[in-house]
């Protein structure tokens, strides 16, 4: 039997990552589904609610490619990087969030502006867990975690997108330096 809620939310993320969430249509979804517009609304009542379904579901997959990378014997210098470096590496290739990112800053979309802020405030609190986890084994100082988190997140990609506007990009290795010289020496134990 066809998993028909499942045909709908792969065609909804297809048309969501070719053409943005405004110009994405209940209609487009039902088309690339190859369904009735009207077996849409028995899974989703709205766009709004089939959207979120997507926003969750590329949550988990974010988490689940995250937890990939960790590594319980490394550094929190190493585990935050590696974490970081996934993240950014999943924003570069990941079809729908790069349309999302770029609806989200041509045209602020409030739905997208909302949604991205959902994604952002998962990762936060993924790393905060990380962080929390670092204070407990003494490996940093106490601070707060959600903080540590949310300045780690915006630092790396100020260093990986706004520096490369005028710069030529840093690598990884050079990231991770200036994390450790700038953010983690001062919270060192």
Same mark, same amino acid.
């Given at each position: 039997?066809?998993?028909? +809620? &499942?045909?709908i939310l792969e065609a909804a993320a297809k048309s969501l990552s070719l053409y943005g969430y405004k110009a994405t249509t209940m209609d487009q979804v039902a088309k690339l589904a190859n369904? /009735? +517009? /009207?077996?849409? @609304?028995? *899974?989703?009542?709205?766009?709004?609610?089939? *959207?979120?379904?997507? =926003?969750?579901?590329?949550?988990?997959?974010?988490? *689940? #490619?995250?937890?990939?990378?960790?590594?319980?014997?490394?550094?929190?210098? !190493?585990?935050?990087?590696?974490?970081?470096?996934?993240?950014?590496?999943?924003? #570069?290739?990941? $079809?729908?969030? =790069?349309?999302? =990112?770029?609806? #989200?800053? !041509?045209? /602020?979309? $409030?739905?997208?502006? #909302?949604?991205?802020?959902?994604?952002? $405030?998962?990762?936060?609190? @993924?790393?905060?867990?990380?962080?929390?986890?670092?204070?407990? +084994? /003494?490996?940093? &100082?106490?601070?707060?975690?959600?903080?540590?988190? *949310?300045?780690?997140?915006?630092? @790396?990609?100020?260093?990986?997108?706004?520096? $490369?506007?005028?710069?030529p990009p840093l690598k990884k290795e050079e990231i991770a330096k200036l994390f450790e010289l700038y953010l983690l020496k001062g919270l060192l134990a």
């Open positions: 039997m066809i998993d028909r +809620k &499942k045909l369904v /009735g +517009k /009207g077996t849409i @609304y028995t *899974f989703f009542k709205t766009k709004e609610e089939l *959207f979120d379904e997507i =926003i969750n579901s590329l949550i988990a997959d974010i988490r *689940f #490619e995250v937890e990939g990378v960790l590594d319980d014997s490394a550094s929190i210098l !190493d585990n935050v990087n590696n974490v970081l470096v996934r993240i950014h590496e999943i924003r #570069e290739s990941h $079809q729908l969030t =790069i349309k999302l =990112i770029q609806e #989200e800053r !041509d045209m /602020g979309t $409030q739905t997208v502006v #909302e949604a991205m802020q959902r994604v952002e $405030q998962s990762i936060i609190q @993924y790393m905060k867990a990380i962080i929390q986890k670092a204070i407990d +084994k /003494g490996e940093i &100082k106490a601070c707060d975690p959600e903080v540590a988190a *949310f300045v780690m997140l915006k630092m @790396y990609f100020s260093l990986v997108i706004d520096w $490369q506007r005028n710069h």
